[in-house]
């Protein structure tokens, strides 16, 4: 760990090299920051960060449309929970939510038609940039999460391999998120603090305001490093790794400025089972279905979805509470999603 920074700083430029010697070394520094934080840093040689620029260009051009325009591709639309999300969409608990505004990009998945509520062709909006420029991203960093996957195998003494299969046609899903500066409200709290539901979340924020729990149960500020991105745990790599690894509540605080953030939730294949992998400890966790618990835990926030539930249109199947991962804080608190 670099005492230089507030979170650990893991260079995983040696993933890409033919030496498995090279990637053990990279695993053994990403094994030890998860354990340690289960928040880091990534910087490496494979992030191309011209693509980056290239996202955050077009997203502001998009946000900056007026909304009736932007709900003509309403992510309540949508086959596979993709497209525009409004402000108050979506709502962790009662009627509270943050200010903030999206668009939501699944894996545009075009294979045949499957019964994962997660799985389909991406509603884009009618801008043939944007969707370049956004699946371009998208592909660079779904390419470099693959790598990071194989680090994670190795970290966990599995085959290298252990998780290439089951990530083949994952519904990992790409973030643009918007936050607004509104003066008139700019103390206005957000929602609850949370755990992200996949195996691990690849995130590039445009400026401070993210917050992280730490094991004593405090919230500490994660300032921007630049050409970095910010990796958490999610509740799928903790099981995955028998509590090794925990899942890291997180936040935004209060925006007092506008702010971008691009995560890239990085999951298994819908159908994959989420448990500990080979152990010499017992399991200490429940096998779950990965797509199942990521569409039960989305549909337990996100409004179109909960009014679905509320009918009895939609049945949630092996739902557990929403934060049922990770460290509790010291002192409730209020925040917004990364």
């Known amino acids: 760990m670099n005492e230089e920074y507030v979170l650990p700083l893991v260079d995983i430029s040696k993933l890409q090299s033919g030496k498995l010697d090279d990637r053990i070394e990279v695993a053994a520094a990403l094994d030890q920051a998860c354990k340690d934080v289960g ?19 077009i997203t502001k051009t998009y946000f900056e449309k007026d909304l009736d325009h932007k709900m003509e591709h309403y992510i309540g639309l949508s086959k596979n929970h993709s497209g525009y999300v409004p402000i108050g969409e979506e709502q962790f608990s009662g009627n509270s939510y943050d200010l903030k505004e999206a668009y939501d990009v699944n894996y545009d998945y075009q294979g045949a038609a499957t019964d994962c509520p997660l799985l389909g062709p991406t509603l884009w909006p009618n801008d043939d940039a944007f969707k370049l420029t956004v699946s371009r991203y998208y592909s660079h960093l779904r390419a470099i999460s693959e790598q990071i996957f194989r680090a994670f195998a190795l970290a966990l003494k599995v085959d290298e391999t252990f998780f290439d299969a089951k990530i083949a046609h994952a519904p990992s899903q790409l973030r643009l998120i918007h936050y607004p500066y509104t003066p008139e409200i ?14 691990f979340t690849l995130l590039l924020p445009t400026a401070p305001g993210l917050q992280v729990l730490n094991k004593q149960g405090e919230w500490i500020d994660i300032p921007i490093i630049e050409n970095t991105l910010v990796m958490n745990i999610g509740d799928m790599m903790e099981i995955l790794s028998n509590g090794k690894y925990l899942a890291t509540k997180h936040r935004v605080k209060k925006v007092s400025e506008e702010r971008y953030s691009f995560p890239l939730f990085c999951a298994c294949n819908y159908d994959t089972v989420i448990e500990p992998v080979q152990s010499a400890e017992s399991a ?37 509470p929403l934060s049922s991962f990770g460290i509790e804080e010291h002192t409730e608190s209020q925040g917004a999603s990364a």
Request: net charge negative.
């Open 39 to 57: 928040f880091l840093y990534l910087k490496g040689d494979q992030f191309n960060f011209k693509f980056a620029e290239d996202l955050v260009h």
């Open 186 to 199: 700019k103390d206005a709290e957000g929602i609850g603090a949370h755990t992200d539901y996949e195996c």
């Open 284 to 320: 200490k966790y429940q096998p779950l279905i990965g797509g199942e618990h990521l569409f039960n835990q989305t549909a337990q926030t996100f409004a179109y979805l909960k009014k679905r539930v509320a009918s009895g249109e939609l049945v949630l199947k092996n739902a557990v």
